[in-house]
């Protein structure tokens, strides 16, 4: 287990703005800080992040760039604040630093647009289990969970949520919930968890608020969850890749509404 | 003027899905493409769009990271969606490319999250114009056309919206509106058609759906927009940005709701 810091910053701060009265008022506004991550004394980026996390999210980030094999690869990770950084120390170095940063693809995710490498390739070799079924009402007990989780966004809108959660018949527990200004910081943070805390993928169910793009599918198909499920919309190349890669995709679920688009053979609308 | 193609792609795709009762729709979603692009036939990124203005993005781009000075640099912009590529010629080749990509920072933005260079620090240099002022008459009248707007948002959901529109009394109109996957994407072709048209944004209101983080704030600095308005909320980076370049800010705009942020200065509440 990596020794690690818990640095996290508060979610928000208040601001004053005038209203369409001309009224005064105090608004909280989430916060947004530069976190530049050096890896074994080298300068590798900076992400710019609510800060609710940071330890994971770096851990988290090298975990879904592939810069890492395992949490074991990890020996500490050291933020401070005081100068926006975190420092990762690795037993062996990363993974193929130089073949992964030399392809650059700006995806259309949020927060950590690109991607080191070629992600796209390693989809064809994904995986998931086709045996994992999703019932209707625990698909439900998420959405009623989620609805009614105390958010950051509903202090201060301009952030994004993703979640883990459990499937059990009926029942969906959230594991983890973690918001912030980049919607890819989010899953990050939450696959930075999961490795910390040996927590497997490929029995959970992943939620986001966001938007369902190829980079969101990538990720949680790397994750090997077989259940993503959106509030919100979805674009036609996360569509092509969870199809190819046999997810079972949800988008536009809030209340007792979803759409079904992908890996229908997993989901069982009469239970 | 660069010789250009004129390769949009089409906005939507229709992809079959089941809803909560089991009946099978026919959804519209959002279309994700990846368009290499290529400067002087040297790979430089992939940006993943939508695709509806390939040209204007790719030229906007490579404004607003400032890797080329004028639009009189570039001599021809051609996009071929058989190879998924964007070639751009230029004039005297890029400015000062490996400084600019030694830094990266990854932002919160969505679709171009990563910066070459540093733009932060151009930011001290950013003097916007304190004479120009915006009536709440016209803020409505923008907020009323950008309602109105027919998009492919109302369709397909999954996507972002930015817009420049004129600032007369009581009177703004939509200069050119971009949707894009990438918000990120919709700025930079925006700011690619500046480029083309010869558009001055000084005496301009810059209007996007999306987050006012530090990233669309310095873009909207960049473009020398002193009024920019979102229907999003603003995270703490961009609010301090905005503070430091003067900028007036608005957030949480719609119907006849509005929260004036900062540069208030500038804003006629009365007129």
């Given at each position: 287990?990596?020794?690690?810091?818990?640095?996290?910053?508060?979610?928000?701060?208040?601001?004053?703005a005038?209203?369409?009265?001309?009224?005064?008022?105090?608004?909280?506004?989430?916060?947004?800080?530069?976190?530049?991550?050096?890896?074994?004394?080298?300068?590798?980026?900076t992400?710019?992040?609510?800060?609710g996390?940071?330890e994971?999210?770096?851990?988290?980030?090298?975990?879904?760039?592939?810069?890492?094999?395992?949490?074991?690869?990890?020996?500490?990770?050291?933020?401070?604040?005081?100068?926006?950084?975190v420092?990762?120390?690795?037993?062996?170095?990363?993974?193929?630093?130089?073949?992964?940063?030399?392809?650059?693809?700006?995806?259309?995710?949020?927060?950590?647009g690109?991607?080191?490498?070629?992600?796209?390739?390693?989809?064809?070799?994904?995986?998931l289990?086709?045996?994992?079924?999703?019932?209707?009402?625990?698909?439900y007990?998420l959405l009623?969970?989620?609805?009614t989780?105390?958010t950051?966004?509903?202090?201060?809108?301009?952030?994004?949520?993703?979640a883990?959660?459990?499937?059990?018949?009926?029942?969906?527990?959230?594991?983890?919930?973690?918001?912030d200004?980049?919607r890819?910081?989010?899953?990050?943070?939450?696959?930075?968890?999961?490795?910390?805390?040996?927590?497997?993928?490929?029995d959970?169910?992943?939620?986001?608020?966001?938007r369902?793009?190829?980079?969101?599918?990538?990720?949680?198909?790397?994750?090997?969850?077989?259940?993503?499920?959106?509030?919100?919309?979805?674009t036609?190349m996360?569509?092509?890749?969870?199809?190819?890669?046999?997810?079972?995709?949800i988008?536009?679920?809030?209340?007792?509404?979803?759409?079904?688009?992908?890996?229908g053979?997993?989901?069982?609308?009469?239970?």
């Open positions: 287990m990596p020794d690690l810091t818990h640095a996290s910053r508060p979610a928000t701060v208040t601001v004053e005038l209203d369409e009265h001309g009224a005064r008022r105090e608004v909280a506004i989430a916060g947004e800080h530069a976190l530049t991550v050096y890896v074994d004394k080298q300068e590798l980026l992400l710019m992040t609510l800060g996390a940071p994971a999210l770096a851990i988290g980030y090298l975990r879904n760039q592939r810069l890492v094999e395992s949490i074991d690869d990890i020996v500490s990770v050291h933020v401070d604040w005081e100068v926006s950084a420092a990762v120390k690795t037993r062996a170095g990363l993974v193929d630093l130089e073949g992964r940063t030399a392809r650059r693809t700006k995806t259309t995710g949020c927060g950590q690109t991607v080191f490498g070629d992600l796209m390739e390693d989809v064809e070799r994904i995986r289990p086709r045996g994992a079924t999703l019932a209707r009402s625990t698909l007990d009623d969970r989620v609805r989780h105390d950051i966004y509903k202090q201060s809108g301009a952030i994004h949520g993703c883990l959660a459990t499937n059990a018949p009926g029942r969906s527990e959230i594991l983890y919930f973690v918001e200004v980049g890819h910081n989010a899953v990050d943070a939450i696959a930075g968890m999961m490795w910390l805390d040996g927590v497997d993928g490929s959970k169910i992943f939620y986001t608020t966001g369902l793009t190829s980079e969101m599918v990538i990720k949680a198909a790397q994750m090997s969850v077989p259940f993503l499920v959106s509030r919100s919309g979805l036609q996360g569509h092509d890749i969870a199809d190819k890669v046999d997810m079972t995709m988008g536009r679920a809030s209340n007792r509404h979803y759409l079904l688009f992908t890996g053979h997993r989901f069982r609308p009469d239970e």
